[in-house]
């Protein structure tokens, strides 16, 4: 779902992570350094998709996802706590997003 379908048009970064994580949705976004430090900063998370482009139409961006979807449909890899870092079409790298938040390193 697009922000302007959930009534989030407008909204920070922060609400949009907030209302991702209450239902329980990935974020796709290619706000990378936003997302990547809001997703860093949690215990748990459904997982995030960042395409590392700017001025990407519509199409281009399909282009860049359907690869990632087609992948993670076959595999049924779970992206709890995992970043997909996408660079072009086919070409991305699915991680673990540790935890960076020095209150919770023991």
Request: cysteine-free; proline content about 4%.
């Amino acid at each position: 779902m697009h922000v302007v379908h959930i009534g989030k048009s407008g909204a920070s970064d922060s609400e949009v992570w907030a209302y991702a994580y209450e239902h329980d949705q990935i974020v796709l976004t290619i706000n990378a350094s936003d997302f990547l430090r809001l997703a860093k900063n949690v215990d748990l998370h459904p997982g995030l998709i960042v395409l590392r482009a700017q001025g990407l139409d519509r199409d281009e961006q399909w282009e860049w996802i359907a690869p990632v979807l087609g992948v993670l449909e076959k595999s049924e890899e779970d992206l709890v706590n995992k970043v997909v870092e996408v660079v072009g079409p086919g070409k991305f790298t699915i991680r673990k997003l540790p935890r960076t938040d020095s209150s919770h390193a023991k």
